[in-house]
């Protein structure tokens, strides 16, 4: 099954999603480097 594509995310969301996910420092975050 495809899924529908998301609208992109407003700037300031997505700057917000990042700034929480950066607190909270998931594993994925420091993937690949």
């Given at each position: 099954?495809?899924?529908?594509?998301?609208?992109?995310l407003h700037?300031?969301?997505?700057?917000?999603?990042?700034?929480?996910?950066?607190?909270?420092?998931?594993?994925?975050?420091?993937?690949?480097?």
């Amino acid at each position: 099954r495809v899924r529908h594509p998301l609208q992109p995310l407003h700037p300031e969301t997505r700057k917000g999603l990042l700034e929480i996910a950066r607190r909270l420092d998931p594993v994925v975050l420091r993937w690949g480097r």
